[in-house]
Every structure is written in structure tokens, then in C-alpha cells.
């Protein structure tokens, strides 16, 4: 039960992050001089986490003013950083000025109020923080202004935004405080905005590949591109992009503690067909894991490592699974190997007892924290952690210092159970945590390859999500309408 991946990017969650706290006033103006809006605001500016040549950041603004319904959000930044990503607001960027838009679920600030955003960004040299900010096209000075009576402001009207997609996953994550780190699914977008390609797929017949993205932006895949591409041969699944912008992409797993199947000790890669599926009534498939088969990221950006808090999760079959080691999605070595108690942080799904079991006769989620897979507090047996295998199963472990938990669902109907919440296992080694950073999907730390399941989507986040987040999830899941 041994797993294997890794993060090689330093990521430096600062709990002193580079911040920018300003007071400012910004004018929102009513259409008549007798009912102008006393305005103000105040915008903190974060740096939440860094790492070579990006940078994660979160703003959040107070209305100090009348309420605001509808706003905009504008500066510069001070050294040629740009924007990669950005969540709970739309954005545009032109040279150095950057400008926010509200999304529908935010535009409305009452009085005292507060609404944030949060992006990912890319820097060259320097990550100097903006110096100043605009409300809905005035500048922020510090205070709250009022509009002489009589005198007509002259303030354009803001721009109504487009309609933005309905929130995903890793909006709800973000929105949360525990922003995505790593986001994977070959069935749909898990970022309202994502618009970019879920996986590649690789023919038999001429070796050429072709990316498989959205029916729209947020939406489900395009199952019907790689129907037509893969049509009257065998497609295997080569790529699982990352949806974080961090590029943590999963490929084929190269061999570790144990050598794959497939040439060279790599495992093998998933038949792209294997798992048909519809989600929201629309067809798509998800990667059907037989044993041997394995993908993994040794070279990860921004995943915890050590101690540092986490959460995941994931949205397996609940039906296919066996007694092999090890059905895993998480965090891993970076090397392949076992690298010793507590190297690992994964979810694990499956009915294997040789490490650690729950009640009943499985399949149980358990957490795959290497040299064991556990199921509570104890080494082996923990009584609360219920066998279960509903037809689409939600998956959730997360940890932070001396705190870890496991919980669990269902992927098309209801909400969570928490089957463990408490302090790390009583046996050595596993606290404080040894976390390395990479990521596998289908097997363990050390490339164990003999276990089975179906992943359909997962994500990884930094920071330790609150159970009211996930559970907010987990209704984004069931919504979905996976069939």
C-alpha cells in the first residue's frame, strides 16, 4: 500500500502574505442629484501563496457607502504581472489594467457588506502589490463621500456584465477560502469559467492525439469529439489536464517501487471508452482503472507538502473496485517510492483489509497515508467508517496539523457523512505529517498498479476546506446529474 508522487515548485503559503489594505471612497452615483449615493470602500489585496513565476492572490471589498448593486473593480499592476485565472468575478486585462466585474451571485454589496474574489497570476522578477484600486470607476481615497445636493454627477453607467455560468466546485472552494490546487475530470468543467480542454486522447491506429474540451464554458465534455475522432479504433486516455491553471496535468505513471506493465515500467493508460457515462444528460466517460493502469504528477505546483493543510476530493464509481493496492486519488511521494509513514495524504477507495478496514465487508473511503490505509484513529479497524458503494460515490479526506477527516456520499442524491473527524492515527510516524506533493490517480505511493475503480472528477485544494463548503459541494455534484 505503498504510493509515490511529488511537487517540486516551492509553494509559500504565508500566513503574513504580502498584503495591500486601502481605505477608499469610490462614487456610485443614483441618476437624480437629490438621491446621490454617499460612496466609500475598502479593498484588501492578498498574496496568498507563491511560487516560481506565479502566484495566487485573494481581494476582498467592503462597501463603506450606500449599497452597491452591480460593481467594478479596476487597477494596475505595478510590474507587468498578469492574470491566468480567476474565480467568483469576470475579468479583463489590457497591458498593465486589470478590471473585475461582479458575477450574478456577488453584484450586490449592502451597506457594511463585503464580497471577494480570487485569482492565479503569473509575474517576471518582482510581485510588487497595486498601489491603488477604483470602485466602479473612482478611485479609492479613504472615507465615505456624499455628492453635493444639486449638482449632477457625472459618472458613466457601469457595464452590465454577460451572464455568467452557474458556480462549480472550485468556485465554491475558492469562495470558501480553500482555493483549488489542482482540479481533474474527463466529465465536465469544474471552474464556472473553464473553457479549456479536459483530457487528450490517443489513437490506435495512427498514434495522433486530440484534446477533448467543453460543450461551453463550465459545461459537460464533448463526448461527441472523441466519439468521431476515436471512431472505428481504440483511444487511450494519455492526458488529464489540470483545470487549476497550475498545470498539476496527470499522465502515464512511470515506474517506482514496482515497474508497470506497459514499455519502459510505466503503467498502462485507460481505454478512453471503458466508462460510458451521461451527466446532466449529456453523454461523457469517466477513467475506467483496471489493475496495472496509473497516472501521476511528480512535478506538482502548489500542493501541500509537510504538514501544510489540504483537502480532496473525489467522484468515483462505487460499484467497481477491488482488494488490489491501491485505488488512490491524492497527494504522494515525488520520487515513486515509499518514503515512509505519513509521505502520503490520498484518498483510497476499495475493500482492502490488509492495513485497515471499517465496518461491514467494504468497500470503504479510506485514507491511504502510507504504510496504511486508514479508516479512523486506530491502525485497523474503526467501527464509524460504514461500507458503502453507491453507483456515483462522493469521496472527501482532508488534513492539517494533528486534524484529519474522512467523509463521504452520495455522488447523485443527498448530502455528506463524516466517518472520521479527529487527530492523526495512533501510530508513529503520522504526526506531524511528512507530505511530499505530488499526485496519483489509480495507485499507490510506490506505484502499487493491482487495484481497480472508475475516477470520473477530483480535486485537490490548499487549505483545509470548512465541512458548510463542502457540503456545498457536494450539492454542486448531485446537481450535475451524473447517470
Known amino acids: 500500500m505503498r504510493h509515490v508522487s511529488s511537487s517540486r515548485w516551492r509553494s509559500r503559503l504565508s500566513a503574513a502574505a504580502v498584503a495591500a489594505l486601502l481605505t477608499a471612497g469610490a462614487g456610485v452615483a443614483a441618476t437624480h442629484a437629490a438621491s446621490a449615493a454617499a460612496a466609500g470602500c475598502q479593498v484588501s489585496y492578498t498574496v496568498t501563496n507563491e511560487w516560481p513565476g506565479g502566484f495566487g492572490a485573494n ?27 480567476l474565480w467568483n468575478g469576470t475579468y479583463t486585462q489590457s497591458g498593465s489594467q486589470v478590471t473585475v466585474t461582479n458575477v450574478s451571485y456577488n ?71 480553500t482555493p483549488c490546487v489542482a482540479a481533474h475530470s474527463t466529465t465536465r468543467a469544474l471552474y464556472g469559467s473553464y473553457s479549456g480542454p479536459l483530457y487528450q486522447v490517443r489513437r490506435s491506429s495512427d498514434n495522433a492525439t486530440r ?15 472523441q466519439d468521431s475522432f476515436c471512431a472505428g479504433t481504440t483511444c487511450l486516455i494519455t492526458i488529464i489536464y489540470d483545470q487549476s491553471g497550475r498545470n498539476n496535468r496527470l499522465t502515464q505513471a512511470p515506474p517506482g517501487g514496482f515497474s508497470g506493465p506497459a514499455a519502459g515500467g510505466y503503467d498502462n493508460l485507460a481505454v478512453a471508452t471503458a466508462a460510458p457515462i451521461t451527466v446532466g444528460g449529456h453523454k461523457a466517460y469517466g477513467v475506467y482503472v483496471a489493475p496495472g493502469t496509473g497516472y501521476r504528477n511528480n512535478t506538482t505546483n502548489g ?20 482488494g488490489g493496492c491501491c485505488f488512490d486519488y491524492g497527494n504522494a511521494e515525488t520520487n515513486s517510492r515509499d518514503n515512509g509513514n505519513g509521505t502520503m495524504e490520498a484518498i483510497y477507495f476499495g475493500n482492502n483489509k490488509v492495513w485497515g478496514y471499517g465496518a461491514g465487508n467494504g468497500p470503504w473511503i479510506m485514507a491511504d497515508l502510507e504504510n496504511g490505509l486508514f479508516s479512523g484513529v486506530n491502525q485497523k479497524y474503526n467501527a464509524g467508517n460504514p ?97
Open 59 to 85: 481581494v476582498s471589498v467592503n462597501n463603506l457607502g450606500d449599497p452597491i448593486n452591480g460593481w467594478k473593480l479596476t487597477w494596475s499592476f505595478p510590474a507587468g504581472q498578469t492574470i491566468t485565472q
Open 107 to 177: 453584484g450586490g454589496i449592502p451597506t457594511g457588506g463585503s464580497t471577494s474574489f480570487g485569482f492565479n497570476g503569473a509575474f517576471n522578477g518582482s510581485n510588487p502589490v497595486p498601489s491603488s484600486f477604483a470602485l466602479n470607476g473612482v478611485t479609492c481615497t479613504g472615507g465615505v463621500t456624499s455628492p453635493s445636493p444639486g449638482v449632477s454627477p457625472t459618472v458613466s453607467p457601469s457595464t452590465s456584465p454577460s451572464p455568467p455560468p452557474s458556480r462549480q466546485p472550485c468556485d465554491i472552494y475558492a469562495a470558501g477560502g
Open 211 to 225: 484534446d477533448i474540451g467543453v460543450l461551453s464554458a463550465g459545461g459537460v465534455a464533448d463526448a461527441a469529439a
Open 303 to 322: 500542493v501541500a507538502k509537510g504538514d501544510q493543510p489540504e483537502g480532496m476530493y473525489a467522484a468515483f464509481d462505487g460499484t467497481h473496485y477491488n
Open 387 to 483: 461500507s458503502i458503494s453507491h453507483r456515483f460515490l462522493t469521496a472527501i479526506v482532508k488534513g492539517e496539523p494533528n486534524h484529519w477527516a474522512i467523509r463521504g456520499g452520495n455522488a447523485q442524491s443527498g448530502g455528506l457523512g463524516t466517518f472520521y473527524n479527529g487527530v492523526r492515527p495512533n501510530v508513529p510516524g503520522y504526526n506531524p505529517m511528512k507530505k511530499e506533493g505530488a499526485i496519483i490517480l489509480g495507485i499507490g505511493g510506490d506505484n502499487s498498479h493491482g487495484a481497480a475503480g472508475t475516477f470520473y472528477e477530483g480535486v485537490m485544494t490548499s487549505g483545509y476546506p470548512s465541512d458548510a463548503t463542502e457540503n456545498a459541494v457536494q450539492a454542486n455534484i448531485v446537481a450535475a446529474g451524473y447517470k
